[in-house]
């Protein structure tokens, strides 16, 4: 079965830094696009960096400078690095990948988008 399943998080003052990882499980034959997303609570969820398989980045302009975005391939592996954390970073982060091919329950799909469960990530003092 194929799955992300994310690690990292927790509660940090501001002005700190934090990592999250997100592991993609399973069969799959390629990985497109890698990111992280974020909804605090009460806001839609936003879109808050990705990265192709080239390792071409886009951020959202309120992370830019502070945020890095990573990917190990090999690992099937992205990583999100924080830095300069502030309260309204504060969110759930959910890993989000789009495979090209998967094989999973017995068959092969392809362009197929999945989300991770989601990771707490806390700024506060």
């Known amino acids: 079965q194929v799955q992300l399943v994310e690690s990292g998080g927790g509660l940090v003052q501001p002005g700190g830094s934090l990592s999250v990882s997100c592991a993609a499980s399973?069969?799959?034959?390629?990985?497109?696009?890698m990111g992280w997303y974020r909804q605090a609570p009460g806001k839609e969820r936003e879109l808050v960096a990705a990265?192709?398989?080239?390792?071409?980045?886009n951020y959202a302009d309120s992370v830019k400078g502070r945020f890095t975005i990573s990917r190990d391939n090999a690992k099937n592996r992205v990583y999100l690095q924080m830095n300069s954390l502030k309260p309204e970073d504060t969110a759930v982060y959910y890993c989000?990948?789009?495979?090209?091919?998967?094989?999973?329950?017995?068959?092969?799909?392809?362009?197929?988008?999945?989300w991770g469960q989601g990771t707490q990530v806390t700024v506060s003092s």
């Open positions: 989000n990948a789009d495979f090209g091919m998967i094989y999973d329950s017995g068959s092969y799909y392809y362009n197929r988008n999945y």
């Open positions: 399973g069969t799959m034959f390629s990985i497109n696009t």
């Open positions: 990265i192709t398989s080239g390792g071409r980045t």
